[in-house]
């Protein structure tokens, strides 16, 4: 395969699957965003990847110099890698929204926030696809192929779910502000927790690699159907 159908094949199987999931969310919107808007918060969260490599390749450093000062083992290690990389992505991806549209006057109805933020998610996603899916690539196409058949139903979606749960957070406290910050909390703590279930499976193989794969599915299948019931409920959402 040659360098520009390398390129082509990565991004392309990159892309496709953010971009049906977001138009999936679009749809479900009944009152539709800018696209100027959603074109600037899904580039903000491809911009996060960049961002998360730098932060989490500090994090790594820092947790294995306290690793020497404290001396914990290598599976202490990984679960505070696991549980602060997941933590430092749903931050990022929630701070590419924040700043892009949910300081914006376009942010104006309380499901506007899982719209963006879902959004910011998606953008995250891709970009982070092309860095998995090019990889991949090295190995043959098929083996790119189920790469990114497995990205679209679990990768992706996790980060569907998660940005939704932290989403609605803002949205339930769009009409009453006191309660933003303990909103918040509360969704980048399930954010994360769902984060790094899914990382700890995933790096950890339990139980074998079919039963692996059928306890991330089920893990990443319910935090969709959680983040589809809080995104009816932001939709009525109410003074």
Do not use: C
Not at 145 to 169: D, E, K, T
Not at 179 to 197: N, P, V, W, Y
Request: charged share 15%; glycine share 8%; hydrophobic share 60%.
């Amino acid at each position: 395969m040659d360098i520009v159908n390398y390129i082509f094949a990565a991004v392309a199987l990159a892309f496709i699957p953010p971009l049906l999931w977001l138009w999936f969310w679009l749809r479900e919107d009944a009152h539709p965003e800018p696209r100027r808007e959603i074109l600037a918060v899904f580039l903000a969260g491809m911009g996060g990847v960049v961002l998360a490599i730098i932060l989490e390749s500090n994090f790594f450093a820092a947790n294995r110099f306290f690793q020497g000062v404290f001396g914990y083992g290598v599976f202490y290690l990984q679960i505070i890698n696991i549980i602060g990389f997941a933590f430092l992505e749903e931050i990022i991806k929630t701070a590419a929204a924040f700043f892009t549209a949910l300081k914006s006057k376009y942010f104006d109805e309380p499901v506007d926030a899982m719209i963006y933020l879902v959004t910011a998610a998606l953008g995250f996603a891709a970009l982070e696809n092309v860095l998995f899916i090019g990889e991949s690539l090295k190995a043959g196409l098929s083996q790119t192929v189920a790469v990114s058949a497995f990205r679209f139903i679990n990768a992706v979606l996790l980060h569907i779910s998660g940005a939704a749960i932290i989403g609605a957070g803002f949205a339930f406290s769009f009409f009453h502000k006191e309660r933003r910050l303990k909103e918040f909390a509360l969704g980048i703590f399930f954010a994360t927790l769902l984060h790094a279930l899914y990382n700890f499976f995933i790096i950890g193989n339990v139980g074998g690699e079919a039963a692996n794969q059928v306890l991330v599915t089920l893990l990443v299948v319910s935090g969709a159907v959680a983040a589809l019931v809080l995104f009816e409920k932001a939709k009525r959402a109410t003074i």
